[in-house]
Nanobody, 123 residues
Framework: QVQLQESGGGLVQAGGSLRLSCAAS????????VGWFRQAPGKEREFIAVIKSGNTYYGDSVKGRFTISRDSAKSTSYLQMNSLKPEDTAVYYC??????????????????WGQGTQVTVSS
């Protein structure tokens, strides 16, 4: 069983930056694919980024602005968010699991989820 805990959310002005962290409870976290998703009020959960076997993939809405990384020694993943926009406002979730590449953008592919952290971008 893997427990995930996000942190680093908050209120930021448009154009600013935030770095989210996702800490895992177990060292085997390093073997999993790690993804970040977000959900705004009234909208479906949206794929943001994933890191799998050292390869990274991004959703079109964040490509070039967000960067996903992981520190296996700390069992932690990071999401660096730059050039934030009001439309980035959402609850951000990290997720982990054994995910095949063709399904990395699907939230249902991930077996473990954190509680989420709120990111609010003011205009």
């Amino acid at each position: 069983q893997v427990q995930l805990q996000e942190s680093g959310g908050g209120l930021v002005q448009a154009g600013g930056s935030l770095r989210l962290s996702c800490a895992a409870s177990v060292g085997t976290f390093r073997a999993y694919t790690v993804g970040w998703f977000r959900q705004a009020p009234g909208k479906e959960r949206e794929f943001i980024a994933v890191i799998k076997s050292g390869n990274t993939y991004y959703g079109d809405s964040v490509k070039g602005r967000f960067t996903i990384s992981r520190d296996s020694a700390k069992s932690t993943s990071y999401l660096q968010m730059n050039s934030l926009k009001p439309e980035d406002t959402a609850v951000y979730y990290c997720a982990a699991g054994n995910v095949i590449t063709s399904t990395i953008r699907r939230s249902e592919s991930y077996g473990y989820w954190g509680q989420g952290t709120q990111v609010t971008v003011s205009s």
